[in-house]
C-alpha cells in the first residue's frame, strides 16, 4: 500500500486536488471505472517523470467509442457517474456572477468569457440543473463538439479519423499477443506502441511499412493496453489526447479516499 495526493484537476469533482489516496500497488486485476495509479506514458525529456489518476473504461481487447459525451464499451452505452464534470455556457441577466453566486454553486473552474455576462465553467450535471432553475440565470447549456469535427489534438492526430473530445473512436485497445494489420491509415494508431512502448525499429518507405528492417503488414503486441479518462471530460489530458496506456505504466488501483482536500 501507498499513501499519494492528487496533483491535478484531471479528475474534479470526483477528487479535488492535494486529496490523499491510498494506492494498492503492483495491482494487476482491473475493471471499468476503477481509478487507476499510472505514470504519464508520453514524456517531455525537460520534466520530471508525472503520475496521475485517472477513470479505468477500456480493458485490453475492449472497442471503445465516444458519442455526443456518451461513453460506450463494446457497443454498450455506461452510466454516468453523478460527479463527471463538462464545460458550460452560462449566461447571468444582466449582472456579473458575484462572490456570493460563485459561493453559492461551488463552481471550481471558469469564469468570465465577454463582458454581456457570458461564462464558462465545468460542472457536474447537478451543479447545471440547479442553475437552469435559478431565476438570475437566462442560459445553461453544456458545451459539445460536433461529430466530423476533427480535433488535430486528439489521438492519434491523424485526419483519416476525424475524431474529437466528445465524438471519438471506435478505437480498439490492444491486448497481449493480439495480431494488429497495418496499413498507411492505421499506422497512425500504432505507431507510439510499435516504436516507443515496445521499443521496435519503425520506418516507411515508399508504400511499405519496415519493423526492424522487415517489411511488414502485421505486429504482435508484447503487452496490454488500457484506455483512461478524466471525469473533469472537457479538460483532462487523457487517452482521447495521448492514445493507449501501456500496463508497465500502471502502478497500482486507488483504494480509498483517506483525506479530501476543502473544494
Not at 463527471?84 to 469564469?111: C, M, P, W
Not at 437552469?132 to 440565470?137: N, R
Not at 453544456?142 to 489534438?153: G, L, R, S
Request: net charge positive.
Amino acid at each position: 500500500m501507498d499513501v499519494i495526493r492528487v496533483n491535478n484537476i484531471d479528475m474534479l469533482s470526483t477528487y479535488y486536488y492535494g486529496d490523499a489516496l491510498l494506492i494498492k500497488k503492483s495491482f494487476n486485476i482491473y475493471a471499468t471505472n476503477d481509478f487507476i495509479y499510472f505514470e504519464y506514458p508520453v514524456k517531455d525529456s525537460s520534466l520530471p517523470k508525472t503520475f496521475v489518476v485517472q477513470r479505468l473504461i477500456g480493458l485490453p481487447g475492449d472497442s471503445i467509442r465516444l458519442n455526443d459525451k456518451n461513453i460506450f464499451i463494446n457497443g454498450t452505452r455506461i452510466e454516468i457517474p453523478a460527479t463527471i464534470q463538462n464545460n458550460y455556457f452560462v449566461t447571468i441577466k444582466n449582472r456579473e456572477a458575484d462572490s456570493l453566486f460563485h459561493l453559492k454553486y461551488h463552481f471550481e473552474e471558469g469564469g468570465q468569457v465577454s463582458n454581456d455576462y457570458d461564462y464558462s465553467f465545468s460542472l457536474t450535471r447537478a451543479q447545471s440543473d440547479s442553475l437552469g432553475k435559478d431565476t438570475l440565470v437566462k442560459k445553461a447549456e453544456v458545451k459539445k463538439e460536433k461529430p466530423d469535427n476533427y480535433d488535430e489534438t486528439c489521438f492519434p492526430g491523424s485526419p483519416h479519423y476525424k475524431w474529437n473530445m466528445d465524438h471519438y473512436g471506435p478505437i480498439y485497445i490492444p491486448r497481449k499477443h493480439d495480431t494488429l494489420r497495418i496499413d498507411s491509415v492505421s499506422l497512425a494508431l500504432y505507431t507510439l506502441l510499435i516504436r516507443v512502448y515496445e521499443g521496435n525499429k519503425l520506418e516507411t518507405r515508399h508504400d511499405s511499412i519496415l519493423i526492424n528492417d522487415q517489411i511488414t503488414n502485421n505486429y504482435v503486441v508484447k503487452q496490454n493496453y488500457y484506455f483512461v479518462v478524466g471525469d473533469n471530460r472537457d479538460n483532462a489530458n487523457d487517452s482521447r489526447v495521448w492514445g493507449f496506456l501501456p500496463e508497465r505504466c500502471i502502478k497500482g488501483k486507488v483504494i480509498t479516499r483517506i483525506r479530501k482536500s476543502k473544494p
